[in-house]
């Protein structure tokens, strides 16, 4: 990774935390995204750039491996750099370090492409930022490669009515806000993972309660954490429109839970963004990952939603 240049230097506000004590999985995405602006910037493609031009940078897809919690007050120092560079796209890889520790907290890999503005068209990256780019190629190490959920390819999504049928659960619903969209007005990418991060609560909740699994005793103790995240987006709403997330159980092991979101322009029912996560239940005062024993597993097992592999997009 010796290519890698600075992307974002800050720290993990108290208020970026959550109810589980350590900084939330939308604010990963949050300072990727200004890191992403900070390498454009080192390609050549500056705000003035970007500006005369009439052109913007999309994310179309982001991979996360959440490796170790950053707590409240931790400083972030993330670094970055180019996998691929081509016309069409780019992919870009960012690791998040805690300042004075030797190990990686995080790594967000997000598939971007270049359009214009107004119509949304795609447009080409230019020749000089291609050939920039050689100077900060990089790959992904073995050690935070994904590892439960593929960088690329298609996985399951929809739209509300492809929800609704195959009974996943609403889990967050409302209306797009001033602080969670860019300046033309459209849902930044770390506003559907806030979106998301806010009803797996509501979720988890809801599944101990409909397999009795759920005491007052568990609940002041336990917590949860997600361990790998992918999400691609369809399509930017923008700021007064509806949006719900639809969740559903993919999958149950002794270890973690997949679940798939898919977020849905509440009017209209169009697909916006689908997701899908690797999360694990947590002891929150041990700070340790708790294992499911066989009969919970079997417990959780008929609420697994059946029909997610008719609905792969890519």
């Given amino acids: 990774m010796s290519n890698l240049i600075p992307s974002y230097r800050g720290c993990a506000n108290e208020w970026e935390c959550d109810e589980m004590a350590h900084m939330n999985v939308r604010y990963y995405i949050k300072k990727a ?6 390498i454009a910037a080192f390609l050549g493609m500056t705000p003035d750039y970007l500006r005369h031009h009439g052109l913007e940078l999309f994310i179309e897809d982001v991979h996360v491996r959440y490796l170790r919690e950053m707590r409240g007050g931790a400083d972030i120092l993330v670094e970055g750099g180019v996998l691929e560079a081509g016309k069409d796209h ?8 805690e300042g004075g520790k030797d190990h990686t907290s995080a790594v967000v890999t997000v598939l971007v492409r270049m359009r214009h503005s107004d119509s949304m068209h795609d447009r080409p990256f230019p020749g000089f930022a291609l050939t920039k780019s050689e100077e900060i190629a990089c790959t992904i190490p073995q050690s935070v490669q994904p590892r439960s959920i593929p960088l690329e390819g298609p996985f399951p999504g929809g739209d509300k009515a492809a929800a609704e049928a195959l009974g996943m659960r609403l889990i967050t619903l409302g209306q797009i806000n001033s602080d969670e969209v860019d300046a033309q007005g ?19 909740k809801e599944l101990r309660r409909d397999t009795n699994l759920q005491t007052e005793e568990n609940e002041s103790r336990l917590g949860g954490a997600a361990l790998e995240y992918r999400l691609r987006y369809y399509k930017q709403p923008q700021i007064g429109d509806t949006i719900a997330i639809y969740a559903g159980l993919a999958q149950v092991t002794e270890r973690f839970v997949l679940v798939n979101h898919w977020a849905v322009d509440y009017a209209t029912g169009e697909a916006l963004c689908s997701s899908q996560a690797i999360a694990v239940s947590i002891d929150l005062v041990a700070r340790k990952a708790l294992a499911r024993s066989p009969e919970q597993v079997a417990a959780m097992l008929p609420l697994v939603v059946q029909g997610f592999d008719a609905h792969l997009l890519g």
């Fill in 33 to 38: 995204e200004e890191g992403l602006g900070v």
């Fill in 90 to 97: 780019m992919r870009v890889f960012q690791s998040f370090c």
């Fill in 186 to 204: 459209r849902l930044r990418p770390y506003g559907y993972m806030g979106r998301v991060s806010d009803g797996i609560g509501l979720l988890m």
